[in-house]
């Protein structure tokens, strides 16, 4: 697929002697928004943490824009990439984290202007005018100036994820965004993804373990088991109509534990 | 007994010698314990042998034996220093050292999360230091950095060997002339008390300032 903002070929990735990602191929489209399911250690959150260039692999090639990420060109042949390469590619790629990895030391508003005026030189009045923006549009104006140890998780998420737009990324990564959340704090963060995902032509994979937000949210379902891709689809068929019975026994479980799809 | 309130002086002037020396050593040491405790960290192995053998060299060695060495063995490569210049040159390199293991500990204390963050936000390396890791790390090293402190204002005492007249010094001087023990002694004891307690007010206060708002109470 030429037209791939993503494209995923033949990548493995290893911790000593455990596979975590095994020969993967996928790609994806721009503006797409992904799921990746499956169960505890399938690699999921692996995937998003390589693009994110925090994981290195062992063997493939992740290309983002037809560009490797790993690799550059340099007299016509291809050689490990330097750390300004890595810095440029990573200007395409924004990510959220579970734990929010928010800078403990700085207020709201310095979370979210910090990394526009060191790595894009925007000046700070310009830089603190787009925060606040994006503050509220995450609902979040009135605590520009609060400290992150005075927010709830939600809050804290919503800022994270205004502080990743705040580099414009065209591909956002939210790994399990909600899964450290209090049940009452999960709605306000999927809120703001509902919202990002129909205002936005940001290319987004979410890692998650909310099926019926996964179900309403994603173009596509991708179901992974051990490192590979089991199966995948449209929501409406893979978690209506499943035809691995991996995929079958992962979904019977979820909805044992309570959850709707 | 006329003479106390010159006595007094001398012991003054001494505590002034002891005062600059603590501060000139602080100042020196406080750049010493970054260089070398960054320079462990580094990516260059060169950088991270020269931080490491710094260090050691000078945890490894008597104070003394250092001051000795920059006061009376430099002369002879041709550097010479005042007293005082070798004696801040001698505390400063020696508790920078120990302040080093104090910068690089608290850095590394910083959790993988905040490094992650700041990939993620495609900060450099030396920007995520300096904006992001430091300064939650200065957290940290201040409590440490209050107990060399002191112990660089203990050890000044030694540069009475090299004939400088610090308060240590001018103890001794009072003593012999007056051939009193106690109050000389008791004097000292009551200077150096005193700027161990400065020393320890300041830094709590420092400590106070730079956790405010870190736990979400105070504001």
């Given at each position: 697929?030429?037209?791939?903002?993503?494209?995923?070929?033949?990548?493995?990735?290893?911790?000593?002697?455990?596979?975590?990602?095994?020969?993967?191929?996928?790609?994806?489209?721009?503006g797409?928004?992904?799921a990746l399911?499956g169960?505890?250690?399938?690699?999921?959150?692996?995937?998003?943490?390589?693009?994110m260039?925090?994981?290195?692999?062992?063997?493939g090639t992740?290309r983002i824009?037809?560009?490797?990420?790993?690799?550059?060109?340099?007299?016509?042949?291809?050689?490990p990439?330097?750390?300004?390469?890595?810095?440029?590619?990573?200007?395409r790629?924004?990510?959220v984290?579970?734990?929010?990895?928010?800078f403990?030391h700085?207020c709201?508003?310095?979370?979210?202007t910090?990394?526009?005026?060191?790595?894009?030189?925007?000046?700070?009045?310009d830089?603190?005018?787009?925060?606040?923006?994006?503050?509220?549009?995450?609902?979040?104006?009135?605590?520009?100036?609060?400290?992150p140890?005075?927010?709830?998780?939600?809050?804290?998420?919503?800022?994270?994820?205004?502080?990743?737009?705040?580099?414009?990324?065209r591909?956002?990564?939210?790994?399990?965004?909600?899964s450290?959340?209090?049940?009452?704090?999960?709605?306000?963060?999927l809120n703001?993804?509902?919202m990002?995902?129909?205002?936005?032509?940001?290319?987004?994979?979410?890692v998650?373990?909310e099926?019926?937000?996964?179900?309403?949210?994603?173009?596509?379902?991708?179901?992974f088991?051990?490192?590979r891709i089991?199966?995948?689809?449209?929501?409406?068929?893979?978690?209506?109509?499943?035809?691995?019975e991996?995929?079958?026994a992962?979904?019977k479980?979820?909805?044992?534990?309570?959850?709707?799809? | 007994?006329?003479d106390?309130?010159?006595?007094?002086?001398?012991?003054?002037?001494?505590?002034?010698?002891?005062?600059?020396?603590?501060v000139?050593?602080c100042?020196?040491?406080?750049?010493?314990?970054?260089?070398?405790?960054?320079?462990?960290?580094?990516?260059h192995?060169?950088?991270?042998?020269?931080?490491?053998?710094?260090?050691?060299?000078?945890?490894?060695?008597?104070?003394?034996?250092q001051?000795?060495?920059?006061?009376?063995?430099?002369?002879?490569i041709?550097?010479?220093?005042?007293?005082?210049?070798?004696g801040?040159?001698?505390?400063g390199?020696n508790?920078?050292?120990?302040?080093?293991?104090?910068?690089?500990?608290?850095?590394?204390?910083?959790?993988?999360?905040?490094?992650?963050?700041?990939?993620?936000l495609n900060?450099?390396?030396?920007?995520?230091l300096?904006?992001?890791l430091l300064?939650?790390a200065?957290?940290?090293m201040?409590?440490?950095?209050?107990?060399?402190?002191?112990?660089?204002?203990?050890a000044?005492?030694v540069?009475s060997?090299?004939?400088?007249?610090?308060?240590?010094?001018?103890?001794?001087?009072?003593?012999?002339?007056?051939?009193?023990?106690a109050?000389?002694?008791?004097?000292v004891?009551?200077?150096?008390?005193?700027?161990?307690?400065?020393?320890?007010?300041?830094?709590?206060?420092l400590e106070?300032r730079?956790?405010?708002?870190?736990?979400?109470?105070?504001?």
């Open positions: 697929m030429t037209d791939a903002i993503i494209d995923i070929d033949r990548v493995t990735k290893r911790y000593g002697s455990h596979t975590v990602l095994q020969d993967l191929c996928f790609s994806v489209r721009p797409e928004k992904l399911i169960p505890s250690g399938s690699g999921k959150t692996t995937i998003l943490r390589t693009l260039t925090l994981e290195t692999i062992e063997s992740i824009d037809g560009e490797p990420l790993f690799q550059m060109e340099r007299n016509g042949s291809l050689v990439a330097d750390e300004a390469h890595l810095h440029r590619m990573r200007t790629i924004g990510m984290f579970q734990l929010f990895n928010l403990p700085k709201v508003l310095d979370n979210v910090l990394a526009p005026m060191l790595t894009k030189g925007v000046r700070k009045a830089a603190e005018r787009r925060a606040m923006e994006l503050l509220d549009l995450v609902g979040l104006a009135d605590k520009a100036h609060a400290m140890a005075q927010l709830s998780g939600g809050q804290k998420q919503r800022v994270a994820i205004a502080r990743a737009l705040a580099l414009q990324p591909i956002m990564l939210f790994d399990e965004v909600t450290a959340l209090d049940p009452e704090l999960v709605e306000e963060v703001v993804m509902r990002l995902g129909s205002t936005t032509d940001m290319t987004m994979l979410l998650t373990h099926m019926s937000f996964a179900h309403d949210f994603a173009d596509r379902v991708l179901f088991d051990r490192g089991v199966e995948e689809g449209p929501p409406d068929v893979l978690f209506t109509n499943p035809t691995h991996r995929t079958q992962f979904l479980k979820i909805i044992a534990a309570g959850q709707r799809i | 007994m006329a106390w309130a010159g006595y007094l002086g001398l012991m003054l002037d001494g505590a002034l010698v002891t005062a600059k020396l603590t000139l050593g100042a020196l040491a406080l750049p010493a314990a970054f260089l070398a405790g960054l320079g462990r960290l580094s990516r192995a060169t950088v991270r042998a020269l931080s490491v053998a710094y260090i050691e060299f000078f945890r490894g060695t008597s104070i003394f034996v001051l000795f060495w920059a006061y009376f063995v430099l002369p002879l041709g550097v010479t220093l005042t007293p005082l210049q070798a801040v040159l001698a505390l390199l508790v920078g050292a120990y302040g080093a293991e104090v910068v690089r500990a608290a850095v590394q204390s910083i959790g993988r999360e905040q490094h992650e963050a700041c990939v993620a900060l450099t390396r030396w920007q995520s300096r904006h992001v300064p939650q200065a957290v940290v201040v409590p440490t950095f209050c107990n060399n402190a002191i112990e660089l204002l203990k000044t005492s540069v060997l090299i004939s400088l007249s610090d308060l240590t010094f001018q103890a001794q001087v009072v003593r012999s002339q007056t051939g009193s023990t109050l000389p002694f008791l004097t004891l009551v200077i150096y008390f005193a700027y161990a307690s400065l020393i320890s007010f300041g830094m709590k206060a106070r730079m956790t405010r708002g870190l736990d979400g109470l105070r504001t």
